[in-house]
């Protein structure tokens, strides 16, 4: 089955820590998302890429790092930069060609950093 | 200025009755596409139904259809039928067509929570 998988689906981490949050899609899509979510609000973009090697920042990029290797993978780091990282994260792909395409969404992963 | 403005945070229903959420809408372009999403509490994002700019007939998928006056703005999503398993938090998105720093953007509300009352 075609789909979106995170891991882990939930991840507990010590403050001054980095951690990365994996993302990987067999939808064969060029474009790829980072998104995150507070409790009680919309989900903001956190960096986005279109093909490999090549990424942009989104609207809360600061203390996030991406990489964009391989077309189905787009890992995110969450460094010791952010000054809030707990959070719901989820990771999106989608059809690039123009706006009427959906974004697909994998299941999430809950950071706690404590 | 928001790009999409969800003015209910919170809407109940009773069980089989019509639910109308309310999503208003901000863009300068003439073409853009409209989403609704469904995220339960397990958190997953589900896509529900979709509406272009340039459609003529409101979208409707099963039991969701879309109120789309695009003079005003708006496309407010109907679920008919409650269901107790339509409780969850909808959100409402859009993409628009300028290729603002490369990419067709998705642009998300902050969201209805529905809760369907047996």
């Known amino acids: 089955d075609g789909g979106i998988t995170q891991s882990p689906k939930y991840l507990f981490r010590k403050e001054g820590q980095n951690v990365t949050l994996s993302c990987e899609q067999n939808l064969n899509h060029d474009a790829m998302y980072w998104y995150r979510q507070d409790p009680g609000q919309g989900l903001r973009l956190i960096y986005y890429?279109?093909?490999?090697?090549?990424?942009q920042k989104g609207d809360i990029a600061e203390g996030y790092s991406v990489s964009r290797e391989k077309k189905e993978s787009f890992p995110l780091t969450v460094t010791s930069a952010q000054k809030n990282p707990t959070a719901f994260y989820l990771c999106a792909s989608s059809d690039d060609s123009g706006f009427a395409y959906e974004q697909y969404f994998g299941p999430g992963t809950r950071l706690t950093v404590t | 200025a928001q790009k999409i403005t969800q003015t209910q945070p919170g809407m109940f229903v009773q069980e089989k009755e019509a639910v109308t959420l309310d999503c208003t809408y901000d863009t300068s372009d003439q073409s853009y596409g409209l989403f609704w999403y469904k995220q339960p509490s397990s958190g997953e994002m589900i896509f529900l139904i979709y509406?272009?700019?340039?459609?003529?007939q409101n979208a409707t998928e099963g039991r969701y259809s879309l109120n789309f006056q695009k003079a005003r703005k708006s496309t407010n999503l109907v679920i008919s039928a409650s269901q107790l398993g339509d409780s969850a938090m909808y959100f409402c998105?859009?993409?628009?067509?300028?290729?603002?720093?490369?990419?067709?953007?998705?642009?998300f509300g902050k969201g209805t929570k529905l809760s369907v009352i047996p």
């Open positions: 998105a859009m993409r628009e067509s300028r290729f603002e720093a490369g990419s067709y953007q998705l642009t």
């Open positions: 509406q272009g700019s340039y459609d003529e």
């Open positions: 890429s279109q093909i490999v090697n090549d990424f």
